[in-house]
C-alpha cells in the first residue's frame, strides 16, 4: 500500500551553495532584470562543501547560467499577496504570483546570466558572471546551465512587461566625477563609465517617483562608492564620486 505525501506538513530547508559578490552593495540601482546593464560584473564564490572542480565539469560549454538564489535581503518583510509592479509606474496592483516581486511566501527568484568562465583564488572555486541584477551577498541555492532550445520561447507572451524597458536617458558626467572615476579605477578594471551609464539608463529610481517631480538629485552605490547624479532637461549628468562611508 503506497502511503500518500501531506504537502502541508512538509518542513522543506535549503542550503546555499555559495555566495555572490556583486558591484551592487544597496538595493537603489539594481536593474530590475538580468542582462539589462551587461557591464556589471560579479561572482559566485562556492562555498568549501562545493567549491570541486568535477561538480562543475562540462559547464564551459555553455554561453549563460540559471541562478536559483534568495532575496535574502527582503526576508524580514514577508509577503504580500498584491503588489504593484515597477513596470506599471508603481500605480497599479497584480497578485504577487503575476509579478517578479522579492517579496514571496518563499523569497526565491531565477536570473538567468552570462557565463564568462571559472577561477580560482585563496582556495576557493568560483564563477565569473556577467549581467547579473542581484545584491552583493546573495545567497545562491543552485546554479543550472541555460539551454536556449527549451529555456527560450521566442513566442511567448509577457502580460503587461511585453519589451524591454526603453533607454531614452542621455548620460554624460562631469570632469570632477571623470576625475574620481580615473583615481578609483585608474586600470578600468570595473568599468566604471560604461557600469554608471547602463544602470543610470534603465531609471533605478522607484516608480513612484512621478509623485515628486521637483526631486532632481539623487544617489546610489556601486561597489564601494557612492555615486550622485543630477536629473534635467538633457538626461542625466553623474556629479559626484566618493568613497563610500561605513555603515
Not at 527549451?150 to 511567448?156: H, M, Q, R, S, V
Not at 561597489?223 to 536629473?231: A, E, G, H, N, P
Request: glycine letters at 10%; proline letters at 9%; a neutral charge.
Amino acid at each position: 500500500m503506497r502511503s500518500e505525501l501531506r504537502i502541508e506538513t512538509l518542513d522543506l530547508h535549503f542550503h546555499p551553495i555559495g555566495i555572490l559578490r556583486s558591484c551592487f552593495t544597496s538595493r537603489f540601482g539594481i536593474p530590475r532584470q538580468p542582462r539589462l546593464v551587461p557591464a556589471a560584473r560579479s561572482r559566485l564564490e562556492l562555498l568549501p562543501e562545493f567549491s570541486r572542480n568535477e561538480a562543475f565539469a562540462g559547464l564551459d560549454g555553455f554561453s549563460h547560467l540559471w541562478l536559483v538564489f534568495v532575496f535574502h535581503d527582503c526576508i524580514a518583510g514577508g509577503w504580500k499577496p498584491m503588489v504593484r509592479p515597477p513596470r506599471l509606474g508603481g500605480q497599479h496592483k497584480v497578485g504577487v504570483f503575476a509579478s517578479r516581486s522579492p517579496f514571496r511566501p518563499n523569497p526565491i527568484g531565477i536570473s538567468a546570466v552570462e557565463y564568462l568562465g571559472q577561477g580560482h583564488g585563496a582556495g576557493k572555486l568560483y564563477l565569473e558572471l556577467g549581467g547579473a541584477d542581484l545584491l552583493d551577498g546573495t545567497p545562491v541555492l543552485d546554479v543550472k546551465p541555460y539551454v536556449p532550445y527549451a529555456d527560450a520561447i521566442p513566442d511567448a507572451r509577457a502580460g503587461f512587461a511585453s519589451e524591454a524597458p526603453g533607454q531614452s536617458w542621455p548620460v554624460r558626467f562631469s570632469r570632477d566625477a571623470l576625475g574620481r572615476i580615473a583615481e578609483t579605477d585608474p586600470d578600468d578594471s570595473r568599468q566604471l563609465v560604461l557600469l554608471i551609464t547602463q544602470v543610470l539608463q534603465q531609471d533605478p529610481r522607484p516608480g513612484y517617483m512621478d509623485r515628486y517631480p521637483q526631486r532632481k538629485e539623487f544617489g546610489m552605490r556601486l561597489y564601494d562608492l557612492d555615486v550622485r547624479w543630477t536629473l534635467d532637461a538633457q538626461g542625466v549628468e553623474v556629479v559626484g564620486i566618493e568613497s563610500a562611508g561605513t555603515d
